[in-house]
């Protein structure tokens, strides 16, 4: 994967994250909440236009075959955004609730967490004929070895910022 790519992507999403993570110092400001929300929302778009340059960097295909592709990717990536629109809110709920979780905020977390673990693959699942018609089966699983790498790599920056529960 092209590293040089790739760096700009995490960057952003540390300064996503940084910027949730400062909600847990009780901004209590609509603006400042606002101005946070839409700062995340420009990088996430960041993020989403970085995701595909790496995979258009990566994933080898003719011109005949990019026509049909990127719609197919456009429109996997709409469905996605589905969900990771519930792993933000899901991360916003918990920073504001880090200090006064319950155990019960805690189990629906978890539960909400894997949840959206399952639906992600769900969503590469529903999508692995529709990039067969497209590109060729090894082309499809070098697609999806790509996407889940970029997440992989994602996830692991989120993850380094969220701190764990107070037990």
């Known amino acids: ?3 040089a790519m790739l760096l700009p992507s995490l960057l952003l999403i540390a300064l996503a994250s940084g910027t949730a993570q400062d909600s847990k110092a009780d901004h209590t400001s ?10 995340i929302q420009l990088l996430r778009q960041d993020i989403q236009s970085e995701r595909k340059k790496i995979v258009a960097a990566n994933l080898p295909l003719s011109s005949a075959e990019a026509t049909k592709f990127w719609p197919v990717y456009d429109q996997y ?10 792993r933000y809110a899901l991360i916003k709920d918990y920073a504001q609730s880090y200090h006064t979780m319950t155990d019960a905020q805690a189990g629906d977390l978890m539960k909400r967490s894997l949840s959206l ?8 699942m529903k999508y692995i004929p529709e990039f067969e018609k497209v590109v060729s089966p090894k082309k499809t699983a070098m697609f999806f070895q790509i996407d889940k790498r970029i997440d992989l790599l994602l996830n692991l920056q989120i993850a380094s910022e969220v701190p764990l529960v107070n037990p």
């Open 1 to 3: 994967m092209n590293k």
């Open 30 to 39: 609509a603006h400042a909440k606002h101005s946070a929300d839409a700062d």
């Open 77 to 86: 990536m709409g469905e996605m955004k589905k969900v990771n629109d519930e």
């Open 117 to 124: 673990d399952s639906d992600s693959n769900q969503l590469r």
